[in-house]
């Protein structure tokens, strides 16, 4: 949160000009999409900014509204991609009898199941339950949201009642940054969304795991960002009815048009305010340190992969390269579970130029220094995914340009059959490597924030 009151996120009411977070960049064209200038940056800023927060907050209606204080409530925005609710019953008794792991499951509940003491809005809710899909919205839980009779939490109607404001989540993929990383930055974005509740940044607020597997993540230390409490799961209530005072069912990682997996993101702009506070939270709360440096040397990180397909063949000899340029300092590192996460978030924090072949380590770029770059050996045939990343971050990306300077182990034997460039090895022409990595440490070495940074740490140490 900012303490200078006198700036304001972006979706505030009467925020705007040099009081907001941050101002959408797009210093390239636009390329057709839009008829101006002014167009390009409101475009951006509404599909990966804190623009798409205020949307959300401008598309907020009740689907569940109360007469009085101790009523129900509920609302939601448009495709019910975000709702929120208060003095919530959901019923679990029937996870009782239900063997069977669950996970991105539509029939959870069943109609009944969730419910309030409100006046429902059935037409309007139903309406706005078009997106039915386990990652797309919360329209597979909320179709079946009911007035019931009387105040459950008054009338003793719940077997359990949950005080804190609980964050309930339907989460992609653990094992793959990329994409546990899109639950974590539509977290933070839902957190903004929620801003009017007075817990809208506190870590004491539980989450809800809407599965029966038990989370186990390299990235787990990623939560401690977000709460001081362990994670629950569906095993954590089978059989009860429990009750939220507070509840939050926060926006969702596959939304069509959403942020991060599936933004279309406008031409020529760059740099979210939205993306670099999440960057700058994560940082933060995670005490990820930043250290001072008594030179300008540029540091260099290469991301060399322990798995049977990307492996760079001649990484060894591409590093020895670099590291003859006494103006470098590089280092090679595996990104895997012997290194904790916290730690690999500190290497990435302090390097100015990452370097990796396609694959979900390079999601690290959300969290290199604004000056930073970000070298994509080969996109593998993937050409949008880690440059649309950098770009909505804001820091630079390169990739390779000349596919005659490099060496394809074998044309790629995808599982499902067929040849696909991301299921082999290659190897990388040294000259060309070099200088791509040249062209991106001019980029670090010239940043103004760079230069700022090095004579500040400068100044420090003297």
Known sequence: MHLNKNVCWGYEQQCTGKKQYSMPSCPGDHKGWVKSKYDQQSTFYT?????????????????????FPDDS?????????FCRGRNIMINFTDLASRNEPLR??????KDGQ?????????????????????????????????????????????????????????IDATVNM???????????????????????????????????????????????????????DLKTFRGETVCFKNVVFPLLPRMIFGLYYNTPIIWGCERSGL??????????????????????????????????YRRVLNEDDLINALKRNENYEVQKIVYNRQLSFKKQLEITRNTDVLIGIHGAGLTHLLFLPDWAAVF?????????????????????YSTWEDPSKLVQEDEGHHPDGGSHAKFTNYSFDIAEF???VNKAAMHVKNHAEFRKFINDTAHDEL
């Open 434 to 436: 070099i200088r791509i």
């Open 104 to 109: 991105y499951k539509m029939d959870v509940l």
């Open 47 to 67: 599909q990966a900014d804190f623009g798409f927060v205020k949307q959300q907050l401008k598309e907020m209606m009740v689907m569940c509204e109360p007469l």
């Open 73 to 81: 409530s509920v609302e939601c925005s448009e495709h019910l991609r």
């Open 275 to 308: 993306f670099h506070a999440f960057s700058k939270h994560v940082l933060h709360r995670l005490n990820i340190p930043l250290h001072t440096r008594n030179n300008s040397k540029i540091h260099i990180t290469f991301l060399s992969r322990d798995t049977k």
């Open 376 to 396: 994509e050996l080969y996109n593998c045939e993937d050409e949008n995914c880690y440059l649309d990343l950098a770009r909505i971050r804001g820091v630079r």
């Open 114 to 170: 969730i419910g309030g003491y409100c006046e429902l809005h059935k037409e309007r809710l139903l309406e706005h339950a078009d997106h039915i899909s386990p990652l797309q919205s919360w329209g597979p839980e909320m179709r079946y949201l009911t007035r019931l009779e009387r105040r459950p939490i008054v009338e003793g109607d719940c077997d359990v009642v949950i005080e804190k404001p609980t964050y309930i989540m339907k």
């Open 178 to 232: 990329y994409h546990h990383f899109c639950d974590f930055l539509n977290l933070y974005a839902s957190l903004h969304v929620n801003s009017t509740h007075s817990s809208t940044f506190s870590t004491d607020v539980h989450f809800l795991i809407w599965e029966t597997y038990t989370y186990n993540s390299a990235f787990g230390e990623t939560w401690q960002a977000f709460t001081d409490h362990a994670l629950w």
